[in-house]
């Protein structure tokens, strides 16, 4: 948690003063994550996301606070917070990583612009490179940032009891919807 409250200090420090240039942030990040099987859908939302993202060198950081995904069924939330991913053990998951064609963007110019994103995902105290697809939209000082990318509940250490395993699909689809504005950094 230290290292990633560092690296939110060290992206919104800089100008020092009013509007950090180029530095763009939101507190209502959502992301949600499908798993589908022939027995069930399991389908968690989670709208209280936080992100910095920096135009200058493609920087990109996350805080998931993991309690806040919610489910269609209380009995399912219960699982994945206590039996699954262990929220009061691990209650954040993090990314730190860059969108490595940022000079390919043009944030002067409205338009949708594909992305290309590598960094380090944290989840359930593992951390794993990925690298994933997406699109920046371009809205006057407005920035949206979408992707949709893989993972498996083994590789980061979750283990999903006999019982409900086939429940739950071997290959979850997690989706990323940001909303950015810009970082106004206060006097």
């Known amino acids: ?30 992301i949600w994550f499908f798993s589908e099987t022939p027995i069930e859908n399991i389908e968690a939302h989670n709208k209280a996301v936080s992100s910095f993202l920096s135009f200058d060198t493609g920087e990109l950081v996350f805080s998931v606070p993991m309690k806040n995904y919610e489910f269609r069924k209380s009995l399912m939330q219960e699982h994945f917070n ?12 993090t990314f ?25 995902l944290t989840i359930h105290g593992v951390s794993r490179q990925v690298t994933a697809d997406g699109t920046l939209d371009v809205k006057g ?10 993972i498996t509940p083994q590789e980061y250490n979750i283990e999903i009891p006999l019982l409900v395993r086939n429940h739950i699909a071997k ?5 990323v919807d940001m909303q950015y504005e810009p970082y106004v950094a206060k006097q």
């Open 1 to 30: 948690m230290k290292v990633f409250l560092l690296l939110i200090w060290l992206l919104v420090l800089g100008s020092g003063e009013g509007v950090a240039q180029n530095r763009y942030f939101t507190r209502a990040g959502h």
């Open 82 to 93: 206590e039996n699954f991913l262990e929220t009061d053990k691990y209650p954040r998951g």
């Open 96 to 120: 730190k990583g860059t969108i490595t064609n940022i000079q390919s963007i043009d944030f002067r110019k409205d338009g949708v612009y594909p992305t290309k994103v590598t960094g380090t």
């Open 141 to 150: 000082n407005r920035i949206g940032a979408k992707s949709t990318f893989t």
């Open 171 to 175: 290959i979850i689809q997690i989706n």
